[in-house]
């Protein structure tokens, strides 16, 4: 069954601090890529997702991922990270070539960041 | 435009009841999707509805089961609770097509005495 890894479950880091989460995933097709945050208290947002085209994809907030299909990974990276963005963040795979709509998501990845 | 909106919000069980749980995706949207969140599970697929019939089926048991009304909404049923049944439960829409994404609502968190 495909499964997708997060390999840093904990971050802290100081504001102004660069951002890298990784995500990989183990589906060998084509695959639709998506980044969600959890805001405390709130409900899952999507930040970027990427399907086609360039593998570079920016989304909200100055966050972006790069798709490097050969190592099967999606990481999320944001240059300077904010208070603000102290949150859990989850990478989502999707089989695109199977139909299949349901996502697999990672355990997560929460992120403090500390003023 | 209005979210997802899953009802209720909270609901407190006792073993060996049943549930529904509720959930309006975005207007327009016709493809919802159920999740469960746990601590130690984390965010794993229950099933997906389009046009009133289920798409596909995670890994959980007969005991969980959903029905898709033609106006897209969609209601999740869990019989013969259990107290690992405690969670959140997550419903999801999006529109078809490639690389839609879906939208989350709020969640409804069950937890079973």
């Known amino acids: 069954a495909q499964s997708v890894s997060q390999h840093n479950h904990h971050v802290i880091l100081s504001e102004a601090a660069s951002l890298e989460l990784g995500c990989n995933y183990s589906?060998?097709?084509?695959?639709?890529l998506f980044w969600y945050v959890q805001y405390p208290g709130q409900h899952l947002q999507l930040l970027l997702k990427?399907?086609?085209?360039?593998?570079l994809v920016k989304g909200i907030k100055g966050f972006e991922a790069e798709f490097i299909k050969s190592k099967f990974s999606f990481n999320l990276r944001k240059p300077s990270v904010q208070w603000s963005d102290t949150a859990e963040y989850f990478c989502a795979v999707r089989e695109s070539d199977t139909g299949r709509r349901a996502l697999t998501f990672g355990s997560g990845t929460r992120l403090q960041v500390q003023p | 435009k209005a979210g997802v909106t899953q009802t209720p919000r909270y609901l407190i069980k006792t073993r060996g009841q049943q549930v529904t749980l509720s959930c309006s995706p975005i207007s327009g949207h016709r493809s919802v999707s159920w999740y469960q969140q746990t601590p130690g599970q984390g965010l794993q697929f229950l099933f997906e509805?389009?046009?009133?019939?289920?798409?596909n089926k995670g890994n959980f048991p007969g005991r969980f089961s959903g029905r898709q009304f033609s106006n897209s909404r969609s209601e999740m049923n869990v019989s013969t609770l259990e107290l690992g049944d405690s969670a959140l439960y997550l419903c999801?829409?999006?529109?078809?097509?490639?690389?839609?994404?879906?939208?989350f609502g709020d969640g409804t968190r069950l937890s079973i005495l």
């Open positions: 990427y399907f086609s085209g360039d593998p």
């Open positions: 589906y060998g097709g084509t695959v639709n």
């Open positions: 999801a829409s999006s529109l078809t097509g490639e690389g839609r994404p879906q939208h």
């Open positions: 509805y389009f046009s009133e019939t289920q798409r």
